[in-house]
């Protein structure tokens, strides 16, 4: 293979940080940090083309292995001390880390090295046995647990029995105690050396029984079962399905480090911690982030214990527990390499750090994850800063995150009654029923019930849970606990360590704890599954009941870097609107005009049903119009109103487009009814309603179809049209509707109904006695209109292409059973995405591309547009810039999402083609 391994330490670095691809975002953080002098501890990155290699062959390669003993010789030298020396013994982490972040998802083990020898010639060294084998039992724990398959709960059984005996030995009645407030009472910290000397060899007795093997005492198996085992994590079910949620490729890989340990766990002047170059829920700038004294690795994000804030003043904590209180010189060199790193990488980082007797060292950097509200207000600071270009600003904020930011907030002036306050890890309101597990969650959600996921904290296995469930609480764990940073990157509400939350995963309750307004409990409220609470990620709050929701809005840094968007964009940002409501909160959202402006939902208001069930159901065209005749006025004040709101922006109006199957009659009472006003016997409509049922009816008669059969219907509609068009040219506002015919697939058919609409054209004139200025187009939604686009185009003006109908059409699926397969399809990754959701770019996408590229040689100056869901979902976005439209239109509310994707495709498309891709 080629070069694979890639040491670093002493100031130098052998592998290219800017190749994440190779060293995975951990080891060229590593690989960069040692290059700026920084503090790291020295170790070697196995690139991610090993991971590949091995789970392809289910070895290391030979001549990886012979390069991973030169690195590890490597390393020895550096430190002075040697993998299994109990003289002077080396430890090392084995770390994984993939080219993208994927928190907590891979596996990672700490203190390899140790044996029963390594572990008394540590204490003997360091002068401290309880830390040589706190040291040796966590490994135990992480070895078997990664690399052995050994079931984590086991050794936390043990560590709790050990636990139970220091307190009986402290005189604390544990009798009393549930194994949580043990757990706060007898701290890890304060289990002994002896106790800790007899748990390692409970720990080995536990592998012995679970394996059938010894725990391995060689140190170098030891290693190479934890580089095989980080591999091998690549692929464990949470990775597999984080990356599928965050589309991270399956070949990647991950690549795997080892690096020699420093110890927080020396003491009361060792620590461990992570920090944000900003506080990543708001994006204010100051150092944020948790530590915790005498710690190791895991412990500050697993919520073991709750750590404590790294600045005085935060969270309004003591002072005397801040890092910068207890530790002032390793806060402030923290506080400066968190300057040097932010500034080089020109982004917000996330660091992890542990200090050993008062010494900082640094173990990773990486982009930090970011709740929306902190990217935008990040991204616009940098500009001001410097530090980046407003271009660099709007490829920096992930479109698709920035609808939190729209999406509304508890109502502030809704009654509430407040539970608890915890920790506002990730922003957003939600309410739903409470869920105390992961698969709960999982099946309650897919019952269409919103859930609230309850734990006293998270882990990786319940990534599935977390993802069903509408919010997040746990009792436990600190703002870069795993449920905090996972929730953030979901974009899900979170509350994190509620502490007067207690759980009861047996009785399936929690009870909560409330204060009064002087901090004494009040009372206490036991809550069960299924018992409905609403959580405030954004300032921490958990009340009884649902809360009432009201609209955001977002603020001036968004605003800002909008219209940096706005400047960038090529295409056009239109909306889906079928009233003038929608008319205006797409306005509202910067919608450039209304790309689907669907008339049949107009038709099912009480007043109108009744004449449009008179229209079908007439026997001939004198019938016809005499019902169509009372729905004109209708329509027409339905398109003054949204033309009103719009002001003049291009309003595309698709005509009647349902099967007429979907208007029939489908109660007796409606029969009578009819049957009076109609003067028809109920008898002879209720026939009539039989013969127009319909097998198939998406395929049915529907669209153009009913203008071939019932010309007078679509001729109605463009009167009602360019009527209102007269009315408000009269109130100035000028208004040049776009007039659009569903599911063509023939030139014929865009003859006939174009002859329809030139007749009432003829005669719907201004006051001027000019006929009223407007399009004819058509909607690419069927496979044979792509493919004779060019045909289409001599008709149409524009193409709107609606990609619902045509990757129903295309694929053959039914976008209304689909959700009986399509999951399993894209669980088994048979598909990368749900095709409605995202648009099947290489199926549906070349019949967009094949159309356009027809229709505009037909017609050079073709309007294209897209009004099908894709038209708000970033990636497809991306690709209609690619394919040269000219505008997307999507609902309301994506609008701003669509404007700033619209932005980052036109700037990447740029950037790509001016030869230097944009990350
Ligand atoms: P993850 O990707 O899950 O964050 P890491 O590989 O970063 O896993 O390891 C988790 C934690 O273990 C680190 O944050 C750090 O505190 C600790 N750790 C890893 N390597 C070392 C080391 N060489 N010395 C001390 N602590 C380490
Ligand atoms: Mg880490
Ligand atoms: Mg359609």
């Avoid at 009645?173 to 060899?201: F, G, M, S, Y």
């Avoid at 000219?886 to 619209?902: E, G, K, M, N, Q």
Wanted: charged share 25%; net charge neutral; aromatic share 6%.
């Amino acid at each position: 293979m080629a070069k694979s391994v890639f040491f670093f330490g002493d100031g130098q670095a052998e592998g290219d940080p800017k190749r994440r691809d190779v060293l995975g975002g951990k080891g060229a953080g590593l690989a960069e940090m040692t290059s700026l002098g920084l503090p790291v501890p020295p170790g070697f990155t196995i690139g991610t083309d090993v991971c590949i290699a091995a789970s392809r062959t289910g070895a290391i390669p030979a001549d990886v292995r012979a390069d991973v003993d030169a690195a590890l010789a490597r390393l020895e030298k550096t430190m002075g001390a040697r993998l299994g020396d109990a003289a002077a013994p080396l430890l090392v982490s084995v770390r994984s880390g993939a080219r993208a972040s994927m928190p907590g998802m891979m596996d990672t083990i700490l203190n390899l090295g140790l044996n029963d020898a390594v572990a008394e010639g540590l204490a003997g060294k360091t002068g401290n046995p309880r830390f040589a084998y706190d040291a040796y039992r966590r490994f135990i724990a992480m070895h078997a647990g990664v690399a052995l398959g050994v079931d984590k709960e086991h050794f936390d059984r043990a560590l709790d029995d050990a636990r139970g005996r220091v307190a009986t030995s402290k005189g604390i009645d544990r009798t009393r105690l549930n194994a949580e407030e043990l757990k706060r009472r007898v701290p890890d910290a304060d289990i002994p050396a002896e106790e800790l000397r007899d748990l390692v060899q409970a720990f080995k007795a536990i592998v012995k029984k679970a394996t059938g093997k010894d725990f391995p005492s060689d140190p170098r198996e030891q290693l190479w079962q934890a580089v095989g085992a980080v591999f091998a994590s690549w692929n464990n079910h949470r990775a597999v399905v984080y990356r599928k949620m965050h589309d991270i490729p399956d070949d990647w890989g991950t690549a795997c480090n080892v690096q020699a340990m420093v110890f927080g766990n020396l003491g009361e002047t060792s620590a461990t911690g992570v920090a944000f170059t900003r506080d990543p829920s708001t994006g204010e700038k100051k150092l944020y982030g948790e530590w915790l004294p005498n710690a190791q690795g895991e412990d500050v994000v697993a919520g073991i214990r709750t750590p404590l804030p790294l600045r005085t003043g935060d969270r309004g904590t003591k002072a005397d527990e801040s890092l910068e209180a207890r530790m002032p010189e390793a806060y402030r060199e923290l506080d400066r390499i968190a300057t040097t790193l932010e500034k080089h990488f020109r982004d917000m980082q996330d660091l992890e750090f542990t200090i050993q007797n008062g010494k900082l060292f640094m173990l990773q950097c990486r982009g930090a994850k970011r709740a929306a509200r902190a990217a935008v207000r990040v991204a616009v600071a940098m500009v001001g800063e410097g530090l980046v270009t407003k271009e660099e600003a709007v490829l920096r904020v992930d479109a698709g995150s920035i609808e939190q930011l729209l999406h509304p907030t508890f109502d502030p002036n809704a009654k509430k009654t407040l539970l608890a306050r915890g920790l506002s890890a990730s922003p957003g309101a939600a309410s739903g029923h409470i869920v105390f597990s992961a698969d709960e969650a999982e099946r309650r959600a897919g019952q269409g019930k919103p859930v609230i996921l309850v734990r006293v904290e998270t882990s990786p296995e319940d990534i599935h849970g977390m993802k069903a469930a509408r919010g997040i609480l746990t009792a436990r764990g600190g703002m870069t606990s795993h449920a905090a940073v996972v929730a953030r990157g979901m974009g899900k509400p979170c509350v994190a360590g509620v502490s007067a939350v207690a759980v009861n995963y047996e009785a399936q309750t929690m009870t909560v704890t409330v204060y009064d307004e002087a901090g004494l409990p009040k009372q206490h409220v036991t809550l069960k599954k299924g018992d409905i609470i609403s959580i405030d990620g954004g300032d921490g709050s958990v009340y009884a009941d649902a809360v009432p929701t009201v609209m955001n809005v977002p603020g001036q840094e968004f605003e800002q870097l909008m219209a940096w968007a706005d400047a960038q964009r090529t295409m056009e940002v239109r909306a889906n609107a079928d009233t003038p409501l929608d008319a205006r909160t797409a306005r509202a959202f910067g919608a450039e005009g209304i790309g689907l402006c669907r008339t049949e939902h107009m038709f099912f208001e009480e007043e109108r049903i009744q004449a449009v069930r008179e229209m079908i159901l007439a026997d001939d065209a004198a019938g016809r119009a005499a019902a169509l005749a009372k729905l004109l006025p209708f329509q027409r004040e339905d398109f003054v109103g949204i033309f009103r709101e719009m002001r003049g922006l291009p309003v595309t109006v698709r005509l009647l487009d349902p099967p007429l199957h979907e208007f029939l009659p489908t109660e007796a009472k409606q029969l009578e009814l009819l049957s009076k006003s109609m003067g028809v016997p109920v008898q002879k409509l209720a026939q009539r309603t039989k013969d127009l049922h319909e097998f198939n009816p998406m395929l049915g008669h529907r669209g153009v179809r009913l203008a071939i059969t019932f010309p007078e219907i679509y001729a109605m509609q463009v009167q009602a049209i360019l009527e209102a068009a007269v009315q408000l040219a009269g109130e100035g506002i000028s208004v040049h509707p776009e007039i659009m015919i569903p599911l063509a697939i023939t030139r014929a058919e865009l003859e006939r109904t174009r002859a329809i609409v030139d007749d009432v054209a003829r005669a719907v004139t201004g006051k001027d006695g000019k006929p009223v200025a407007f399009s004819f187009g058509t909607m690419i939604e069927l496979p044979r209109a792509a493919l004779l686009a060019g045909e289409l185009a001599q008709v149409a003006e524009f193409f709107s292409f609606g990609t619902n109908d045509l990757t129903q059409a295309t694929l053959g699926l039914s976008r209304d059973d689909a959700g009986k397969f399509l999951p399993a399809y894209v669980e088994s990754g048979i598909l990368a995405k749900d095709p409605f959701v995202s648009i099947d770019q290489r199926g549906v996408g070349a019949l967009v591309e094949m159309a356009a590229g027809y229709g505009r040689k037909q017609r050079p100056g073709l309007k294209l547009g897209v009004c099908g869901e894709h038209g708000g979902d970033p990636a497809s976005i991306g690709f209609f810039q690619r394919a040269g439209l000219d505008y997307v239109s999507c609902s309301p509310f994506r609008v701003p999402i669509a404007r700033l994707a619209a932005a980052q495709a036109a700037l990447t498309v740029r950037g790509s083609s001016a030869g230097h891709g944009t990350a």
